[in-house]
């Protein structure tokens, strides 16, 4: 297993995600910004100026948003702790370095997972190899990262992941891999050890559904209501997906996920 943070510590991050990644005008972000441009809202010393008032503001993108820890390894063993202000020099490599780790240590925490997946032991030595090989490329300086094939590697992975998760679901549960669920009425749904892999549940009404063991790999749950929704032992799930969505204090989430603030 990984000895790195797979979530985000703000703290010892040059601000990366504000910098580095483009957002546009929408329901997310409140404004425009290319890439490598400093959000306005961004502090001399890395903070958010906005941080508590985010959603508020029209930035409920950011609250959404998890690096997995690959801010902080950028900024502090990639670049050792040179930040872009100081250190010009670093800016656009490190820019360009950001969104490449931001996969890896992606896969890193689905790799994690499916080790902790006793039903998955059958592909635990070719996950625990993925894993390895992972963390190689992420130990990588700034000219190795921007030159790895990670489009190629996610797809060996995803593979990987997949048969874990079928070994976990079994043959139960239906196949809604990649549908457009959105503003669903799913309600009270069976939905347990479904392949909800990178459905569209943008507004879906999920209050009281039952999503153990279902994979959520990639399914984007903005703005779905998971009121009273069951997701102990899902799959993939992560704390991003989780802010994404609306919830309250009888929704059950799975271990090492937290409720948001934002949730009533």
Known sequence: ?????????CANCFGLCCVALPFAASADFAMDKDAGTPCHNLLDDFRCGIHSQ???KGFTGCTAFDCFGAGQRVSQETFG?????TAPETRQPMFAAFPVMRQLHELLFYLTEALGLPAARPAHDELRAALAETERM????PG???RLDVAGHREKVSGLLLRASELVRGKRGKNRRGADLMGAKLRGADLRAANLRGAYLIGADLRRA??????LIGADFRGADLAG?????SLFLTQAQVNAARGDTTTRLPDGLTRPSHWT
Request: aromatic share 2%; no cysteine.
């Open 1 to 9: 297993m990984t000895g790195h943070a797979l979530r985000a510590d």
């Open 54 to 56: 985010l959603r508020e």
């Open 81 to 85: 702790g040179r930040d872009w202000r």
């Open 138 to 141: 992420a130990a990588g300086g």
């Open 144 to 146: 190795e990262l921007v």
């Open 210 to 215: 039952d999503l153990r063991q279902a994979d």
């Open 229 to 233: 929704a069951d997701l102990t032992g």
